[in-house]
């Protein structure tokens, strides 16, 4: 059950006033849970979810399929370890600019096909 406190405590982490430490150590404090941290995460941008699709060969029915609330993906990329960061950006991979495009973007982000491995993945927004 969502208490009122326990809003007040997600609420606070959405608005950047607390960290994801000090709100998971005040959501048990009250009796919260994780799961309802990731409940609430999804209320903002409902209806809007990262989707991660694996196919193998020529199949039309993915081998990996994830589902990601899109605000918990945004929320996610504030955390990324600084070394993951520095190898993300070896790679010319911006993670400000991911965000960017998480919050403007619907449809196909990006699909990549691996020729040796025989694997197609696709990343879009639904």
Do not use: Q
Request: glycine share 10%; aromatic share 2%.
């Amino acid at each position: 059950m969502v208490t009122a406190e326990r809003l007040k405590i997600l609420k606070m982490l959405e608005e950047g006033k607390i960290k994801a430490d000090e709100a998971a150590r005040l959501l048990e404090a009250v009796g919260g849970s994780g799961a309802e941290a990731e409940a609430a995460a999804t209320t903002k941008g409902r209806g809007r979810t990262l989707h991660i699709r694996v196919f193998r060969g020529d199949s039309e029915r993915p081998n990996v399929n994830v589902n990601i609330p899109l605000s918990l993906a945004k929320w996610a990329l504030k955390f990324a370890p600084e070394h993951a960061k520095a190898r993300m950006g070896d790679k010319e991979i911006d993670l400000d600019e991911l965000g960017t495009l998480l919050g403007e973007g619907v449809g196909e982000i990006i699909t990549v096909h691996d020729e040796d491995k025989d694997e197609r993945v696709e990343i879009s927004i639904k």
